[in-house]
């Protein structure tokens, strides 16, 4: 009910925005989709990754850990998961 005033178009818009900018988590033993703000911005590395991303049960929240040092104006890049930049 009420969904009618949105078009096939703006629901593949919408999905298509949410489902790309999500991260699969796990809290509390389930697993959960989460938005981040700012995460999305991450560059995807599948191999050469410099930061690891998950959350974090003892803050509570969603965190992005480098592990090793990372120079001034170097991008950051996070593995999406167990796929290729080509895959995505």
Not at 16 to 39: D, H, Q
Not at 57 to 79: M, W, Y
Request: some cysteine; charged content about 20%; hydrophobic content about 40%.
């Amino acid at each position: 009910p009420g969904f009618e005033r949105f078009t096939f178009k703006d629901f593949v818009w919408a999905h298509l925005v949410i489902s790309t900018r999500c991260y699969g988590i796990e809290i509390n033993g389930r697993k959960v989709s989460a938005m981040v703000p700012l995460a999305d911005m991450f560059n995807h590395e599948f191999e050469n990754f410099s930061a690891t991303w998950g959350f974090c049960d003892r803050t509570k929240g969603f965190l992005i850990e480098a592990f090793k040092d990372i120079q001034g104006n170097t991008q950051i890049s996070v593995p999406y998961g167990h796929y290729s930049s080509t895959r995505l």
